[in-house]
Every structure is written in structure tokens, then in C-alpha cells.
């Protein structure tokens, strides 16, 4: 069964640096695309950023040159690097794999951006 496990979230002032890490365990998958979506207090959802299984990336347009995400097949793992952060980046940040039979969520790491 595949599971997903986050780390890395916490606390980061405001211009400061965070990195998100997504591991998916579960043997015989191989993942298409891999990314991550944020939830704030009182909004929906949303995607933060994405990247197929040959590093094609898409960007929500409020990260665009400040997040940067990778992944690294062979650990089936995916990561968010968050630089220049701002108190909208604040959330609850999912990560999620996809197969061609499903896709699989974690359940959260939360990022707070403040001083």
C-alpha cells in the first residue's frame, strides 16, 4: 500500500528559507506526477506546484520564481524548496503522487510564515 510521509514544515520569518520533503514508500509503483498543493485558514485548496516524471514543473503563479520543486525517482521522493517566503505562503502543504490507477495524498505538514 503506498503511503506518503511530509517533513520539513514549521516556522520561517518572512524572506527566510524552507524545504518540504514528500516521500512515497510502497514497492511496485512508479509515480507519474508528483507535487504539492497548500490549504490556507478559510480557503480552498490550492496547487502550489507540480513536476511529471521527466521534470516537466508547472507553478501556481504566487511561487513562481521563488519555490522550486524536484524529485528524485529513484527515492520515489519529491521536494519543495521555498525561498523568499511570504505570510500568504502559510498553510497546510500536501503532497500527492499519482499512478495510472490512482493518485495518494499525505496528510500534511503546516508552514507558518512569520516573525
Known amino acids: 500500500q503506498v503511503q506518503l510521509a511530509e517533513s520539513g514544515g514549521g516556522l520561517v520569518q518572512p524572506g527566510g528559507s524552507l524545504t518540504l520533503s514528500c516521500a512515497a514508500s510502497?514497492?511496485?509503483?512508479?509515480?507519474?506526477?508528483m507535487g504539492w498543493y497548500r490549504q490556507a485558514p478559510g480557503k480552498q485548496r490550492e496547487l502550489v506546484a507540480h513536476?511529471?516524471?521527466?521534470?516537466?514543473?508547472n507553478y501556481a503563479d504566487s511561487v513562481k520564481g521563488r519555490f522550486t520543486i524536484s524529485r528524485d525517482n529513484a527515492k520515489n521522493t519529491v521536494y519543495l524548496q521555498m525561498n523568499s517566503a511570504k505570510p500568504e505562503d502559510t498553510g497546510v502543504y500536501y503532497c500527492?503522487?499519482?499512478?495510472?490507477?490512482?493518485?495518494?495524498w499525505g496528510q500534511g505538514t503546516q508552514v507558518t510564515v512569520s516573525s
Open positions: 500527492y503522487a499519482t499512478t495510472r490507477l490512482f493518485t495518494k
Open positions: 510502497g514497492s511496485g509503483f512508479s509515480f507519474n506526477t
Open positions: 513536476i511529471s516524471s521527466g521534470g516537466i514543473t
